[in-house]
C-alpha cells in the first residue's frame, strides 16, 4: 500500500524547488525596462498615434504590476532567501579595484517599495486617462508618466549607490516635465496672478504757473 520513493528524487525534486523561485530574479530587469520602452515609444510616435496613444503606456505599466507583484511574492514568502537576491547585467565603470556593476537587487524592504511605486503609479496612469482626455498632447503627458515610473523603478532597484544617483536624477527630471507640462505663453499669462497686471503709470507734464 506504501510507494517506495527513490531518495535521489526527492533530492532533484527539492532541488528544482529551490531554484524556480529565484529564477524569477531574472525577470527582474523587465520591471523597470518596460515603462522605458513605453516612454521611448509613445516620445517617438505618440503624435501620430493621436489620442490613442495613452494604451500603450497603460498597458505596460500594468504588465510592471504584474511582473511586481510576482516578485514581492517571492520576496515577501522568501523564495530569494531572508538576504534577498540580485542580478548584474553589466560592468558600467572598470577602474582597477574599483568596480561599479549595473543591476538590481530585491529583498523584502524592496518589496514592500516595490508594492508602493508600482501600484501608486498604476492608479496615477488610470486617473490621467479621463483626466488628460481633453488635452491634445496627452501623448507626451504619458510618456513623461512611463519615465517617471521608470526612475522610480530604478531607484528602488538599483544594486549601487551610483545607480541610485542615475535614478534619483532621473525622479527629479521626470518631475520637471511633469510639472512643466503646460508651457505655452498663453497658459502663463492666464495663471499670473491678478495683481501683476498693472499698467504703467504715467508721467505727469508740469503746469505752466510751475514753470514760471
Same mark, same amino acid.
Given at each position: 500500500?506504501?510507494? +517506495?520513493?527513490?531518495?535521489?528524487? &526527492?533530492?532533484?525534486?527539492?532541488?528544482?524547488?529551490?531554484?524556480?523561485?529565484?529564477?524569477?530574479?531574472? &525577470?527582474?530587469?523587465?520591471?523597470?525596462?518596460?515603462?522605458?520602452?513605453?516612454? +521611448?515609444?509613445?516620445?517617438?510616435?505618440? #503624435?501620430?498615434?493621436? #489620442?490613442?496613444?495613452? @494604451?500603450?503606456?497603460?498597458?505596460?505599466?500594468?504588465?510592471?504590476?504584474?511582473?511586481?507583484?510576482?516578485? +514581492?511574492?517571492?520576496?515577501?514568502?522568501?523564495?530569494?532567501?531572508?538576504?534577498?537576491?540580485?542580478?548584474?547585467?553589466?560592468?558600467?565603470?572598470?577602474?582597477?579595484?574599483?568596480? @561599479?556593476?549595473?543591476?538590481?537587487? +530585491?529583498?523584502?524592504?524592496?518589496?514592500?517599495?516595490?508594492?508602493?511605486?508600482?501600484?501608486?503609479?498604476?492608479?496615477?496612469?488610470?486617473?490621467?486617462?479621463?483626466?488628460?482626455?481633453?488635452?491634445?498632447? #496627452?501623448?507626451?503627458?504619458?510618456?513623461?508618466?512611463?519615465?517617471?515610473?521608470?526612475?522610480?523603478?530604478?531607484?528602488?532597484?538599483?544594486?549601487?549607490?551610483? @545607480?541610485?544617483?542615475?535614478?534619483?536624477?532621473?525622479?527629479?527630471?521626470?518631475?520637471?516635465?511633469?510639472?512643466?507640462?503646460?508651457?505655452?505663453?498663453?497658459? #502663463?499669462?492666464?495663471?499670473?496672478?491678478?495683481?501683476?497686471?498693472?499698467?504703467?503709470?504715467?508721467?505727469?507734464?508740469?503746469?505752466?504757473?510751475?514753470?514760471?
Amino acid at each position: 500500500m506504501f510507494a +517506495v520513493i527513490n531518495p535521489s528524487v &526527492l533530492a532533484v525534486a527539492a532541488a528544482a524547488g529551490a531554484a524556480a523561485p529565484n529564477g524569477l530574479i531574472n &525577470l527582474v530587469p523587465l520591471i523597470p525596462a518596460i515603462p522605458l520602452a513605453g516612454f +521611448v515609444f509613445t516620445a517617438f510616435f505618440g #503624435r501620430r498615434i493621436g #489620442r490613442a496613444a495613452f @494604451v500603450l503606456p497603460l498597458l505596460g505599466v500594468t504588465a510592471t504590476w504584474l511582473l511586481s507583484m510576482a516578485v +514581492v511574492y517571492q520576496a515577501l514568502t522568501g523564495g530569494f532567501g531572508e538576504s534577498g537576491a540580485g542580478i548584474t547585467l553589466y560592468r558600467w565603470i572598470p577602474a582597477g579595484a574599483f568596480n @561599479v556593476d549595473v543591476g538590481f537587487f +530585491v529583498d523584502q524592504l524592496t518589496a514592500c517599495l516595490l508594492i508602493v511605486v508600482s501600484t501608486i503609479g498604476l492608479l496615477v496612469h488610470l486617473y490621467s486617462v479621463g483626466y488628460m482626455a481633453h488635452d491634445p498632447g #496627452r501623448w507626451r503627458f504619458f510618456a513623461y508618466l512611463n519615465l517617471f515610473m521608470f526612475s522610480m523603478l530604478l531607484l528602488i532597484l538599483a544594486d549601487s549607490f551610483l @545607480v541610485v544617483f542615475a535614478g534619483w536624477e532621473l525622479v527629479g527630471l521626470s518631475s520637471y516635465l511633469l510639472i512643466g507640462f503646460w508651457y505655452p505663453a498663453p497658459v #502663463r499669462g492666464a495663471l499670473r496672478p491678478e495683481g501683476l497686471h498693472r499698467e504703467p503709470r504715467r508721467r505727469r507734464r508740469p503746469s505752466r504757473s510751475a514753470s514760471c
